[in-house]
């Protein structure tokens, strides 16, 4: 599962998904609007941050990220 397709399986404004933006922005030093921009496809997280990301969610990184 891509990423966007992880974070938009997440149920709808619920404490799930903000959970998981909050803890992914918060990985990557991020704000969470890009964490948000990654998972609509408008930017692709640099390669530091895709390991950060699998490694926060446990997910391959080729998983999330397979055409990056």
């Excluded at 640099?46 to 990220?65: G, M, V, Y």
Aim: hydrophobic share 40%; proline share 7%; charged share 30%.
């Amino acid at each position: 599962m891509v990423f966007s397709e992880y974070i938009n399986s997440l149920p709808g404004r619920s404490n799930p998904k903000v959970e998981v933006i909050n803890k992914i922005a918060s990985a990557c030093l991020v704000d969470r609007s890009t964490v948000y921009r990654w998972a609509s496809g408008d930017m692709v997280p640099d390669a530091l941050k895709r390991k950060t990301i699998s490694e926060t969610l446990r997910i391959p990184e080729e998983e999330l990220f397979p055409d990056a």
